[in-house]
């Protein structure tokens, strides 16, 4: 089967906002935003308890207007309710209470909201029962007579807008009395008379039509004064101390989860640190080997105990890419990247995995591989770093050396080649940013340092990404170089046209 190749002249186009990436980062960061659901949930159940709702009063009104009509949208009723959230009833309302009261403060307490075109219903909070009930009835009895006194003044003002008219109208009419009497007296033609007796009919019968108006008019709007009322007297909300205690954890939970999304997602865009093996292969320009649980703290440790098989698989794994002959003692390292304790625990299983004298070398900052000497075999030599790379301890004849150190912020670059040639980098999954891990790998490559493969620590549950290179010899799950091959590539074999050759994959790198 032939290898799928990556196309060095295509690259694969970055995207504005890589959707997969999110939602892995989302995914992977589950605690974050469930421990933010569960602090609103905690904080709106707390609000709930220390903070309950003020106690509230529910009236209705029923208003009814002089225009109204059926195809009304609701603008007299919005009209009504802007009017009810005014300063002149609250300062009505408070008077009628004997408060002394701020009005704006008050008008914060209350709002309407309109049911139908002529049923508005208020609700008005207050410190106690009895006081918003109060409250409430004060208010509705304000605006109840507010709404007949606008009614009443409009109906006032109308009829003695009609009045003013009709005494405009009789003064017309005395003009055209007189006017006939005078026309009458000198004996004008009977044509003259007509049209003056006619528009005499015409003004009469506009005085009387204005008198009857203006009578009409001042008797009022009595269906408006008769109507309107309050059709439900003011009472008490019931609240059950269960349901707003559900409503309001309820409300934090959600409120919580949201804001946990926002800054997980935040987050994931401006740190970008890839947990997918693809994108950690692809940045560090090498392939994924295995994949280890991270080493546990604390209780949970208890629940996520690795099996000892896993264990041994994957330092076989490992050992099988370090050392694929016992003829090869080129000295390699196991550099860890976030997760100093899990490389030296793999470190150490993979030293009893080559079956074979390994001088091991501790340069972590914490001697992590120290602490482990109890677990080192026969075969197995511990040294520290310092010792190593000052001279002191150098390895035997047969002894293959395997040196354990860290690419984290602070590493010492210039030291890393002396620990090997080639290296395992031990990456923790979600840890490192797209930033650092390109900064690791320039780095070992300016040291001529040779990434054989990578393995991911903690690694993403659902992730179903390969994490294998096909476009470089080194890069590829093809097993650690032979020695031959190493040392055609120094001296520059032209067999080789300045390219490593392709080991033989094995059954047992097959099996990986």
């Known amino acids: 089967m032939t290898a799928p190749k990556n196309d060095p002249e295509s690259p694969r186009p970055t995207p504005l906002l890589d959707l997969q990436q999110l939602v892995v980062t989302l995914r992977w960061r ?90 508005v219903e208020i609700t008005v909070t207050a410190d106690s029962g009895e006081a918003a009930e109060a409250r409430a009835l004060a208010l509705a009895e304000t605006f109840v007579a507010d ?177 694929p002959d016992d003829t090869d003692l080129a000295p390699v390292s196991v550099l860890a990247l976030g997760c100093t304790s899990t490389a030296a625990e793999l470190a150490v299983d993979t030293a009893l995995a080559l079956r074979r004298p390994v001088l091991l070398v501790d340069d972590l900052r914490k001697h992590d591989v120290t602490k482990l000497v109890n677990r080192c075999g026969d075969n197995v030599r511990l040294v520290t770093g310092t010792d190593y790379l000052s001279g002191a301890d150098r390895p035997g004849p047969q002894e293959l050396p395997l040196a354990v150190g860290s690419v984290d912020p602070g590493a010492a670059w210039t030291d890393l080649s002396a620990l090997g040639t080639q290296t395992v980098l031990v990456v923790r999954a979600g840890h490192a940013t797209t930033a650092w891990l390109h900064t690791v790998a320039r780095q070992l490559a300016d040291a001529r340092i040779v990434v054989i493969g990578v393995v991911v620590v903690e690694p993403y549950p659902r992730d179903r990404t390969d994490g294998t290179l096909w476009d470089g010899v080194h890069t590829a799950l093809r097993g650690r170089l032979r020695a031959a091959e190493r040392a055609a590539l120094a001296k520059g074999d032209p067999s080789t046209n300045g390219r490593v050759p392709h080991p033989t994959l094995t059954h047992e790198d097959a099996e990986v």
């Open 30 to 119: 589950k605690r974050l935003w469930l421990s933010c659901a569960l602090l609103g949930l905690l904080a709106g159940t707390l609000l709930a308890v220390f903070l309950p709702p003020p106690p509230t009063a529910v009236t209705r009104l029923l208003l009814v207007h002089e225009n109204d009509q059926p195809t009304d949208s609701g603008t007299l009723m919005d009209t009504d309710i802007a009017l009810l959230d005014t300063v002149r009833i609250a300062e009505a309302t408070l008077r009628r209470l004997g408060s002394d009261d701020d009005p704006e403060a008050f008008r914060e307490s209350y709002e309407a909201e309109g049911l139908t075109n002529n049923v």
């Open 147 to 323: 709404h007949i006194r606008r009614a009443r003044e409009t109906a006032q003002a109308e009829a003695e807008a009609l009045r003013d008219r009709r005494t405009q109208a009789e003064d017309e009419l005395a003009r055209v009395d007189a006017a006939i009497e005078t026309a009458a007296d000198e004996g004008r033609n009977p044509a003259s008379l007509g049209s003056l007796y006619a528009r005499r009919a015409d003004v009469a019968a506009q005085v009387a039509d204005l008198s009857r108006r203006a009578t009409e008019a001042s008797i009022g709007t009595p269906e408006v004064a008769a109507g309107t009322s309050i059709v439900d007297a003011p009472r008490l909300v019931e609240r059950s101390a269960t349901a707003t205690l559900v409503t309001y954890a309820i409300v934090g939970g959600v409120l919580g989860l949201a804001a946990g999304l926002a800054l997980a997602a935040a987050a994931s865009v401006v740190r970008d640190r890839p947990v997918l093996r693809r994108d950690i292969a692809e940045h560090l320009g090498a392939s994924v080997l295995a994949q280890v649980p991270l080493r546990r703290r604390g209780p949970t440790r208890l629940l996520h105990r690795p099996r000892k098989g896993d264990r041994v698989r994957i330092a076989a794994t490992v050992a099988r890419t370090i050392a």
